[in-house]
């Protein structure tokens, strides 16, 4: 009798440290995405009113109107194309609509950067369309007029041919779960098809378009890329400058807060939205809408508005890149391209398990302690990815840059050894930007396959003496395997795209290939930089695949 309870007792401190130890890395992981923004902030304030005066006299202004402007194209752009394919491959048949709900969210693949190197080749006064156009007519370089693709409008245009999958994948999501009820009663009524779509489908699916419009409008003001090459400053390129060009850590602070400011606004506004969000009469699979057919110049019009986004968003772009590449003279398979291939596959594969393990952490932790702390730690965590990636650079590199300063300046003093920069400018730093930046991502996929865990499992497993540790990895791993991966596999693609936070915290002579890509565009190079281009674009068709076969597993009967 003792012994066995003795025994009882020690599995019990067993499971009381193991749970302690759990709960210590989940609030770590979840203070390390906090700390980013607490350091911008303290850094900003205690740059003085100078700093913000003399940006608004001169910059400030410009950067945010440029900003505002661009958001407010590419949210019109992103939501009138992703709302009207979704409806189209969701709700009628037309030639080729299989192949049109997969295509349709091809363009993620793409990083809005890449396909503004591809356009510009293209579409500029030496491309092929104006070469043409020359050659054609006999005109001489200002006998015409040429939309100027570098421009504000044009960066709106390659970030609308990336981003509108978002709100497409999302509404049409929404449309394949609302139930025929209410849409078969509109048009009882006498609605037409275009006016049931808008009085109920539309409304029905507001939520989730709305959803799709803000992460979009969330991307677009973290884009470094797109708009440095064309020339548009808006705050994410003043943040780069002021770092940089001008060495003023208090203006890019101060930058960085006004665009965080403006981040955490828009994931509010989702955040709201998504409360507010309510799914009735989503029914039974018999009660899903049935797709109409269209016939006559309706379905060929149908065919060309779902077909133009992926054209120019996919696969012109593809086209122009392999032209591009072919004629480079750029090696792949050389020993310098193979140590940018390296280099990314080092941080895209150590961020992305970092990242998800500190994601199952925060997950699970929230799972078997439910309460304010679990709650407050998962919120946290979630932040970063409303934060642009050189916000959260500037906010690891101030305080870190300040320890490091500080321990040299002792380790002089007293035993006349310089340490250097340990953390700054080091792989383990920019992997904890990574990680700040895409822990939502990780988490959202992790907590999906865990709400399909019933909690007697739970029950079940502590009953048979499993500690929560042993219940992590006996129980619950396991079975969520399939979005363990699918957490990793979005993390490693993110990182491989990611130029911002790179470009700004990289060790030194640590390039990947997005940076490589954007160095050999900044330099015009256009030819040599669409062969990383093609690598970052095959790599991210994987999880746009994955999410495709997700969705195609949920579609309506008889869709095409």
Same mark, same amino acid.
């Given at each position: 009798?003792?012994?066995?309870?003795?025994?009882?007792?020690?599995?019990? +401190?067993?499971? +009381?440290? !193991?749970?302690?130890?759990?709960?210590?890395?989940?609030?770590?992981?979840?203070?390390?995405?906090?700390?980013?923004?607490?350091?911008?902030?303290?850094?900003a304030l205690m740059g003085g009113t100078d700093t913000v005066a003399h940006?608004?006299?001169?910059?400030?202004?410009?950067?945010?109107?440029?900003?505002?402007?661009?958001?407010?194209?590419?949210?019109?752009?992103?939501?009138? !194309?992703?709302?009207?394919?979704?409806?189209?491959?969701?709700?009628?048949?037309?030639? +080729?609509?299989?192949?049109?709900?997969?295509?349709?969210?091809?363009?993620?693949?793409?990083?809005?950067?890449?396909?503004?190197?591809?356009?510009?080749?293209?579409?500029?006064?030496?491309?092929?369309?104006?070469?043409?156009?020359?050659?054609?007519?006999?005109?001489?370089?200002?006998?015409?007029?040429?939309?100027?693709?570098?421009?504000?409008?044009?960066?709106?245009?390659?970030?609308?041919?990336?981003?509108?999958?978002?709100?497409? @994948?999302?509404?049409?999501?929404?449309?394949?779960?609302?139930?025929?009820?209410?849409?078969?009663?509109?048009?009882?009524?006498?609605?037409?098809?275009?006016?049931?779509?808008?009085?109920?489908?539309?409304?029905?699916?507001?939520?989730?378009?709305? +959803?799709?419009?803000?992460?979009?409008?969330?991307?677009?003001?973290?884009?470094?890329?797109?708009?440095?090459?064309f020339a548009v400053p808006t705050f994410a390129t003043g943040i780069y400058?002021?770092?940089?060009?001008?060495?003023?850590?208090?203006?890019?602070?101060?930058?960085?807060?006004?665009?965080?400011?403006?981040?955490?606004? #828009?994931?509010?506004?989702?955040?709201?939205?998504?409360?507010?969000?309510?799914?009735?009469?989503?029914?039974?699979?018999?009660?899903?809408?049935?797709?109409?057919?269209?016939?006559?110049?309706?379905?060929?019009?149908?065919?060309?508005?779902?077909?133009?986004?992926?054209?120019?968003?996919?696969? @012109?772009?593809?086209?122009?890149?392999?032209?591009?590449?072919?004629?480079?003279?750029?090696?792949?398979?050389?020993?310098?391209?193979?140590?940018?291939?390296?280099?990314?596959?080092?941080?895209?594969?150590?961020?992305?398990?970092?990242?998800?393990?500190?994601?199952?952490?925060?997950?699970?932790?929230?799972?078997?302690?439910?309460?304010?702390?679990?709650? =407050?730690?998962?919120?946290?965590?979630?932040?970063?990815?409303?934060?642009?990636?050189?916000? #959260?650079?500037?906010?690891?590199?101030?305080?870190?840059?300040?320890?490091?300063?500080?321990?040299?300046?002792?380790?002089? =003093?007293?035993?006349?050894?310089?340490?250097?920069? @340990?953390?700054?400018?080091? !792989?383990?730093?920019?992997?904890?930007?990574?990680?700040?930046r895409f822990m939502a991502a990780a988490l959202s996929a992790y907590d999906?396959?865990?709400?399909?865990?019933?909690?007697?499992?739970?029950?079940?497993?502590?009953?048979?003496?499993?500690?929560?540790?042993?219940?992590?990895?006996?129980?619950?791993?396991?079975?969520?395997?399939?979005?363990?991966?699918?957490?990793?596999? !979005?993390?490693?693609?993110?990182?491989?795209?990611?130029?911002?936070?790179? @470009?700004?915290?990289?060790?030194?002579?640590?390039?990947?290939?997005?940076?490589?890509?954007?160095?050999?565009?900044?330099?015009?190079?256009?030819?040599?930089?669409?062969?990383?281009?093609?690598?970052?674009?095959?790599?991210?068709?994987?999880?746009?695949?994955?999410?495709?076969?997700?969705?195609?597993?949920?579609?309506?009967?008889?869709?095409?």
């Amino acid at each position: 009798m003792a012994q066995g309870t003795a025994a009882r007792l020690g599995r019990a +401190g067993r499971s +009381g440290r !193991i749970a302690t130890g759990l709960r210590l890395a989940a609030l770590l992981a979840a203070a390390a995405c906090l700390l980013p923004m607490l350091a911008v902030a303290v850094a900003a304030l205690m740059g003085g009113t100078d700093t913000v005066a003399h940006l608004a006299q001169t910059v400030l202004w410009r950067y945010t109107g440029n900003t505002l402007l661009l958001v407010a194209l590419v949210a019109a752009g992103t939501t009138a !194309i992703g709302t009207g394919a979704a409806w189209l491959v969701t709700m009628t048949r037309f030639p +080729g609509v299989r192949l049109f709900e997969v295509a349709l969210a091809l363009p993620l693949a793409f990083p809005a950067y890449v396909l503004a190197y591809a356009y510009t080749d293209f579409l500029d006064h030496p491309g092929a369309v104006q070469t043409a156009l020359r050659a054609l007519t006999g005109w001489g370089p200002r006998d015409y007029w040429f939309p100027e693709v570098r421009s504000l409008p044009g960066a709106a245009a390659m970030l609308t041919l990336v981003l509108y999958p978002y709100v497409y @994948l999302l509404a049409r999501a929404a449309f394949l779960q609302q139930s025929a009820t209410t849409y078969l009663a509109a048009r009882a009524l006498g609605q037409t098809p275009w006016g049931a779509f808008r009085r109920v489908s539309l409304p029905l699916a507001r939520p989730a378009i709305a +959803g799709g419009t803000l992460l979009a409008i969330m991307e677009t003001i973290a884009d470094y890329g797109t708009v440095s090459y064309f020339a548009v400053p808006t705050f994410a390129t003043g943040i780069y400058t002021s770092w940089f060009s001008m060495a003023d850590r208090a203006a890019a602070a101060q930058l960085a807060l006004g665009l965080l400011a403006f981040a955490l606004l #828009i994931a509010m506004l989702e955040r709201m939205q998504r409360g507010r969000a309510r799914h009735h009469m989503t029914g039974s699979r018999q009660e899903r809408i049935e797709p109409a057919a269209l016939t006559g110049a309706a379905r060929w019009g149908a065919v060309l508005l779902c077909g133009l986004p992926v054209l120019l968003g996919f696969a @012109l772009p593809v086209v122009l890149l392999l032209g591009m590449a072919i004629g480079s003279g750029q090696d792949l398979l050389g020993p310098r391209y193979l140590g940018f291939l390296r280099n990314s596959l080092i941080l895209a594969g150590t961020a992305a398990a970092v990242t998800v393990t500190a994601a199952v952490m925060i997950g699970f932790y929230r799972r078997v302690e439910p309460g304010r702390l679990s709650r =407050a730690a998962a919120q946290v965590a979630r932040i970063g990815y409303a934060v642009p990636g050189g916000v #959260i650079a500037v906010g690891l590199l101030v305080p870190f840059a300040a320890f490091d300063n500080a321990l040299d300046a002792v380790m002089r =003093a007293r035993f006349g050894v310089s340490t250097g920069l @340990l953390l700054t400018g080091s !792989i383990w730093l920019l992997v904890m930007a990574y990680m700040v930046r895409f822990m939502a991502a990780a988490l959202s996929a992790y907590d999906s396959g865990q709400e399909t865990i019933h909690s007697t499992m739970d029950a079940v497993a502590r009953t048979l003496g499993h500690s929560p540790a042993g219940m992590l990895r006996r129980v619950h791993l396991p079975i969520l395997r399939p979005s363990v991966l699918t957490a990793l596999l !979005i993390v490693f693609v993110d990182v491989m795209k990611e130029l911002p936070a790179t @470009l700004i915290m990289r060790p030194f002579n640590f390039d990947t290939l997005a940076v490589q890509a954007h160095r050999l565009a900044a330099d015009e190079r256009l030819d040599g930089a669409a062969v990383p281009s093609l690598v970052i674009v095959a790599v991210g068709l994987l999880p746009v695949i994955l999410v495709c076969r997700g969705l195609g597993a949920r579609r309506s009967p008889g869709a095409g």
